[in-house]
């Protein structure tokens, strides 16, 4: 039976999905590869089987697997960097005068959600220079903007109206999102990179977002990039069970009345009651790495590198560095 | 003679003015007096001369002197406060329903420049509940929505641009702006708060913006609260070396020749100088107390309870800090 | 049957105790009463048969009850400080002129474990100023010292060597210690404040101390602030399956053989199976609130405060306020 | 006639001595060359004429000029970093299995007086390991340790007495120090690293010292790195007003009454007078580049792995990397 899943991840979508049903995933279609040392992951949703069964709009679905990172190894974060700009080029697919606006989503006070915030603080910003003092710069340099737009919270203005306004007023070509994701596993927090052409769903993120940014309210393509950071509490805790009780179900012996309960025992009511349990604090509670400051600095070096080089064809990295300098 | 004065203080460019000239200063009208123990100055420019020898636009501008403050004696932050409140409140001026944005402008990465986008942070924000859940606050609670839109650097987007797009996406009644300035005197540093009703000139705050902010161009009311926050490095040099000179020309008797050729030193040809001297580094190089990051942080909140007050008359400060809370 | 119980605080060993063992707990005693709406719990450990059932050196273990806790709310934040003071006071028992050494236990860059150090920050340092400048200073000020000595991974020292190097060469009377702890229960985290006469154990608090720092091995009296701070991930995923367990046991039907499995389940079996689900990550995830920098800066104000006031009798907060300014 | 240079930098008093006194510096001997691009300059201070002249402790004192740096450019921030190895290397001279103390001297809580704290931070610290679990490192790595121990207004202890204590309790062979000095001129600052082998000579640094750190003091060789990071208020109003001075003298005539008045300006009445406009703030103001958070920790990583280099010979610094990963 088709059941929806919850997780802002489609590589992770797919892989419940088959544990549950012990079938290949319908309308959905994946290649799997390795750039340099970094395993890719295409998943593609192809209609509406796949719309329903994965939870998520139609579209492409890049996931890059990427090692435990630190601002150290500059190397490493230099070839990841590269490999996300591979990715991200042909989504991008622009004519070199466009305009492109990069969206740093996510609250810079809370430190795993800071991840879009940080990414804008780190990126090549070009628009005001060709604007103002267009002779002074190279002509093969695309026209960036970007901004970190805040959550409900703060702002009292909801993020999808601040940047609605801001693309009506500023007419970009393409919007580039980056935000910081839930994972429902420790082992894909700060180690997956997502990239999606279909923009950003209502109520994903770590803070939910309550309006859509997408093609169809924004009239421009639409390019997200996430990266778990964080495990909810509560889906955690709730896994841990379900491992456990499979635990129990293969040590029983199967047909004896043990087993049967086990089997029977309801998934719902299960969650409800971890629910119950954990509910003062729901919304309310993250579950991080100790290292997590340094680890979000680190991932959203990497990410703004990789948008710069996507964005600027004509310069190469060490050109980026000391523009931005 | 007029003189056109470089300074974002109104108080400051009087003081200069009538330094220099030896008169009272034409065009312009000044009350003092006492809240509680703070001096509060109001400079009124009536008329064009006003403008002209003020280098500012007709309008209020009213000075608060504050006591060095620190975190830790919250009394004296709360007193101050009320009388920001109270010199806040006439200009305010809205009916209970009317909303009103509030704007931090400045550069987050600097931390003298930081003072608007850390009062944002403090702000008692509820245009959202208004619009989301009414019913779940208080009748005689304003709409308040905030936004820190950076610097042009970093964003590659006018300011007044993204604040313009918003005002008309969002149509506050009254926008209250708050910007760090620049003093020619290091004893105004973190001790003076300005609010005036002519909203904000290009060119001024520490970070030089280069778009008005005004009823203007925004076509609502525009309320601008700034405090000085920095020296800038080539001025206090200059006033340092004037006042050398002129101990030295107090010191040799009148009419010999060097007191004739101290008097004759071309005081443009002297700017020049310094001007050469510090040429590599300006507009970069600043002067600051040690204890910036504290101060900053103050003076912060004292700007956002005043704020705060102003907006919501029908709320107590205590009323507001548990909302925040 | 006696337990090992592994918890930072008292009250929760007892508590735990007490539920597993339905018995009141043996060679401990408990009053409870309130500071004015503050709750307090001391528990004092009276004999070798306490020690060993609660995992806890003989002496006194006071816990307060705190709010939510925000930095606007100063009232609440200084009546909290004062009731710490209370209890602090007869435990510091010091002549006026003897020095006192603050130790702030923890790593300043994970913010839970940084609440040792963030109240070193906010302590009234005097033990200079009686030295260097003594007549520029009332009689009645104690002189006071303080140091984060930072963890054994930052400095590649033993905190233990570093502070016992300390005592020896500035001789103090006294030393008071706050350490960031673990707590079993989410409720708990930055609502308890535990104040104790034995010192710090090695391997308790957030990151694990290896080192003893009690009167035994630095040869004068030492008192422990602590606060938990974090729930450690495994203890909250076992202590979650319990209840559901629990729940399991209570909806079926005792006798039949589900419930006699259930009950048959091996706690230590399951607790190796939850740490194998989750040991990739052991001793390096950690459960805290999204607020977790705004709470762990309000509650190092209190615990502060609560110290500058128990260790200068001769001045009022106010007094110390206008000091620290 | 020789007069007391007041500065941090030798190569500083050198330049001034040598400017003042139209003749070459006695006592000290001079060396300028290049390690790549960077240019070298090593001052000698050979006797006690040289002792005076320069107002420093015989001994060398190697300069290393740097390019403006960014974060961003991690090629050049790693070549600066080999030069800054190469030169300690020799003054360091241990065997390899003794051990080193690093010693981040300064106030974390002021940017540019950071830098030996930031500086801790990034080292490679691995004397508890070679305590602890000698089998999982490599021989050949050396037991380093290191420490901030903060200045005397946040502890109430002098900076000298934490050093020594932990220097009698853990007994290493070598302390290197870091400290952030203050220059007389604005484009030393954040440009200039010097290295010297005489340790920390008492009201030196940005908060002014109080003790020496020597091997006289300590009983072991204390070699000294410093960058200035901020130029003295005064000091360069003082600079300021001396160039423009000079600049009235070259324009008026020699011979007449200006001139002679000129020439007999008394300097020390012109310093008092300084002191006394700018006295309020003294030890209070600092003169600073926007940027100053961005470039500390630029330099600090340079320095960081400039003191890991050194003292592991036997690893490279993709090794250092990886281990501080």
Redesign the interface.
């Known amino acids: 039976m088709i059941n929806n899943i919850r997780t802002d991840l489609a590589v992770e979508a797919k892989q419940i999905y088959e544990e549950k049903n012990k079938e290949k995933i319908p309308g959905v279609d994946i290649k799997e590869y390795y750039e340099e040392d970094l395993k890719i992951t295409e998943v593609a949703i192809l209609d509406d089987i796949g719309e329903k069964v994965m939870g998520k709009p139609k579209g492409k679905y890049i996931t890059i697997d990427i090692p435990?990172v630190?601002n150290?190894?500059?190397d490493t974060l230099d070839e990841i960097s590269g490999a996300l700009a591979k990715t991200l080029s042909p989504l991008v697919n622009l004519e070199e005068s466009m305009t492109a606006l990069v969206v740093g989503l996510g609250n810079w006070?809370?430190?795993p959600?800071a991840l879009g915030p940080k990414v804008?603080?780190k990126l090549m910003?070009?628009?005001?220079?060709k604007q103002f003092i267009p002779d002074s710069i190279d002509e093969g340099i695309r026209?960036?903007?970007?901004?970190?737009p805040?959550v409900?919270?703060?702002?009292?203005?909801?993020t999808g109206?601040?940047i609605?306004?801001?693309v009506?007023?500023?007419k970009p070509n393409l919007i580039i999102c980056i935000d910081a994701l839930a994972s429902r596993k420790?082992?894909r927090v700060n180690r997956t990179i997502q990239i999606g052409n279909t923009g950003i769903s209502p109520g994903s993120g770590v803070g939910n977002k309550r309006m859509e940014i997408s093609e169809k309210t924004l009239g421009i393509p639409v390019i997200a990039i996430g990266v778990p950071t964080v495990v909810d509490?509560a889906t955690?805790?709730n896994d841990?069970?379900d491992?456990?009780l499979e635990?129990?179900i293969k040590s029983?012996s199967s047909g004896?009345?043990?087993y049967n309960?086990l089997k029977s025992?309801n998934k719902d009511e299960?969650q409800i009651?971890?629910r119950e349990?954990?509910d003062?604090?729901f919304g309310?509670?993250?579950?991080?790495?100790?290292?997590v400051?340094?680890i979000i600095d680190c991932v959203s070096k990497i990410i703004a590198n990789g948008i710069n080089i996507a964005l600027q064809p004509a310069l190469t990295l060490k050109d980026?560095?000391?523009y931005?300098?």
């Open positions: 435990e630190s150290y190894d500059s006070n809370v430190t959600d804008i603080s910003v070009t628009r005001h220079l026209p960036v903007c970007a901004i970190a805040g409900l919270g703060l702002t009292g203005i909801e109206e601040i609605k306004s801001l009506d007023k500023i420790m082992d509490a955690m805790a841990t069970i491992m456990v635990q129990m029983s004896s009345e043990f309960m025992i299960k009651m971890i349990i954990l003062p604090y309310n509670l993250m579950v991080t790495p100790k290292e400051d340094m980026i560095n000391k931005i300098n």
